[in-house]
């Protein structure tokens, strides 16, 4: 379990804030997300007042790393680097998430370790993490400031025989009773633009392996883009199928012979395959070593499989 529960008993009333900086040493800003993610019980009932006085039982719901053995592929004394498998979460989403990578992450580097950027579940490839809270604020001002440079592999439905780019906006849907999208093109969304070179058709799949070079990182960027242009990626659950399929996902109701009709293939083919940036004076550039390509054999054949259907 990534969480495991501490007892206390409050004889004193103390701030609640105040409390978990003493109890846990953590900072404030650490101990309000305890209290706004709903990890802090007080008398047996979730305490949502950080400044409110505290006393009486108390509970506290924490991360304990449980490592599943994913080791870094390359570290300096300020980050590292992960293959990240698909399948797999890169941070827990509640306080119930049994194992997400932050798990290895803390339990190779410890508790002010963190992921840098962010890459979907079912996405595999590479992640930089932050081994101490100076680099992780450098290297996420990297990010925000687009001097990391990212590319990602994708095998997408369909024959793309040159290069091309989209440059259409992205926008967060908040309205979900016509459509299970979470991102769509919009005029009203943010900037994004992403360059696309095929690399290989595969005639059998009726499939182009692809390598793709956000120059923005909107959620879902590469996926709603290549969804825009009638090439959705292969094993999409999301951008391509019938709403009700998506929501069969999303509700993990979907059977293994759905998932592979309605998307093509048991995981999204997309994977995360450079990392080139600049650090205190030192050049990386950082490759995968997956053979993403032999992911082919995962592709159902086109008469197998559902013909994606746009919004």
Not at 33 to 46: A, C, E, P, W
Not at 173 to 187: A, C, E, G, M, Q
Request: charged share 25%.
């Amino acid at each position: 379990m990534g969480f495991i529960k501490r007892y206390y008993y409050v004889e004193e009333p103390i701030p609640a804030f105040l409390f978990l900086m003493k109890q846990l040493g953590v900072s404030q800003g650490q101990s309000q997300r305890i209290i706004t993610t709903g990890r802090l019980f007080v008398n047996g009932k979730v305490w949502e007042r950080s400044g409110h006085k505290i006393q009486g039982h108390v509970e506290v719901k924490m991360f304990v790393p449980q490592s599943k053995g994913v080791e870094p592929i390359f570290t300096t004394p300020d980050f590292g680097l992960f293959d990240k498998p698909s399948g797999v979460l890169v941070h827990p989403r509640t306080r119930f998430t049994n194992y997400s990578l932050l798990d290895d992450i803390r339990h190779v580097y410890g508790k002010d370790a963190n992921a840098i950027h962010r890459i979907d579940k079912e996405t595999s490839g590479l992640l930089l993490v932050s081994r101490n809270k100076e680099s992780e604020r450098r290297l996420k001002l990297m990010f925000e400031s687009r001097n990391v440079k990212k590319s990602y592999l994708a095998w997408v439905r369909g024959k793309i025989d040159k290069p091309f780019k989209v440059n259409v906006p992205l926008k967060r849907n908040d309205d979900f009773s016509t459509i299970k999208l979470k991102v769509l093109v919009d005029p009203d969304g943010k900037d994004a633009l992403t360059y696309f070179e095929p690399i290989e058709y595969d005639e059998i799949h009726d499939a182009t392996l692809i390598q793709a070079f956000p120059h923005t990182g909107r959620q879902h960027q590469i996926r709603v883009h290549l969804f825009h242009v009638k090439h959705p990626i292969i094993g999409d659950p999301i951008y391509g199928v019938p709403t009700e399929i998506a929501i069969k996902y999303l509700d993990k109701e979907i059977t293994e012979e759905e998932r592979l009709y309605y998307m093509g293939a048991k995981r999204l083919l997309l994977h995360a395959q450079t990392l080139t940036f600049d650090y205190q004076g030192v050049s990386y550039n950082f490759n995968s070593k997956f053979d993403f390509e032999s992911l082919k054999s995962l592709i159902v054949k086109p008469k197998n499989r559902f013909s994606f259907c746009l919004p």
